[in-house]
């Protein structure tokens, strides 16, 4: 019998739906209708937690730098990590998390840096927010070794930091990045601020550890994630929601590691009163529902939530955020 296209497309959504959640009952068929949701809300992707319990990464800016010098130390460390539930990575660190602490400075601050690297392959430092020449600074820093230099933020915004040491792209997917706030010398006005870095885990079983994961480097060629995910574990947000209050202001810091897939971000029930695009925090666009943050680039998204209620933040690429880049805002 010939299916028509209407009836064919049907049968592919369900057969999908049905893969993602099993129905109810092993003897169900595919004409009975269906008496449980996959996710609790709409646009979830992943099963709503509670607030009672923090999320492992704490999502929360750091507060506005009060000096003028900003002293960055940070030791590169390898170490295994949950990725996503009952998931171990054998990853690299700054300061033994992924993503790297949040950096936060003020136009025309100082930075003073120093890398140390206790690990046992080279290892550099890329800020996208710095001017200067990588032939000087972003040198690697073999085992052992240790590099110090200042830099002075002249561009507001958020950037991206990374390891910079070839491959590129193995250092940033096994977890050698973060996130640099840099404030315009007038601040912005005030906010609940969180910050966001979605990035990508290629996993493979290691051959020396027992049961952790290690990256697959054809997994990472051929563009094929297992886990996208935000600040470093799969849907840890839609686990924990973040709690907000109804109508508050809320800026969002949200920072693209990549190393390959763009964040197309979004807020679920929500508008951006402002985004302000890639690093130009004098100039926004306003009243946007999804922007996206290029691999390697970084945005600023405010908003107001403006009634009590879960609201899903996702990457609207939703192939990725059924991975894991998915996360809940709770109002009250």
Known sequence: ????????????????????QPRPS????????WTEAPA?????????????????????????AAGRLAKIRFEVRDARLTVAPGVVYEAWTFNG???????????GDTVDFTLVNRAVMPHSMDFHA????????????MPGDSIHYRWVPEVPGVFLYHCGTAPVAMHIANGMYGALIVDPAR???????????????????AADTAGAQQLDWNKLLGLAPDYIVFNGIAHQYADHPIRVAVGE??????????????????????????????????HAWEGVQTVD????????????????????????????????????????
């Open 293 to 332: 943050v290029p691999v390697g680039g970084g945005m600023i998204f405010e908003t107001r939530l403006a009634e009590p209620g879960t609201y899903p933040f996702v990457t609207h690429a939703f192939a990725d955020a059924t991975k894991g880049a998915v996360g809940m805002l709770e109002a009250r």
């Open 40 to 64: 609790d809300v709409s646009h979830g992707e992943a099963a709503v937690g509670t607030t009672a319990a923090p999320a492992p990464m704490d999502p929360r800016a750091p507060a506005p």
């Open 130 to 141: 710095a001017q200067v020449a990588p032939s000087r600074v972003y040198t690697n820093v």
């Open 249 to 282: 202001p809320i800026r969002l810091y949200v920072v693209d590691a990549g190393p390959n897939r763009v964040s197309a971000f979004h807020v679920v029930g929500a508008i951006f009163s402002k985004v302000y695009v890639d690093a130009v925090a004098a």
């Open 97 to 107: 998390r992924v993503p790297g602490p949040v950096v936060r400075a003020t136009v």
């Open 26 to 33: 092993s003897t169900s068929t595919a004409q009975e209708p």
């Open 187 to 205: 601040p912005l006005p005030a906010a609940r601020e969180f910050v966001f870095v979605q990035s990508e885990f290629y996993t493979q079983k």
């Open 1 to 20: 019998m010939r299916v028509s296209g209407i009836g064919a497309a049907f049968t592919l959504l369900l057969a999908v739906a049905c893969q993602r």
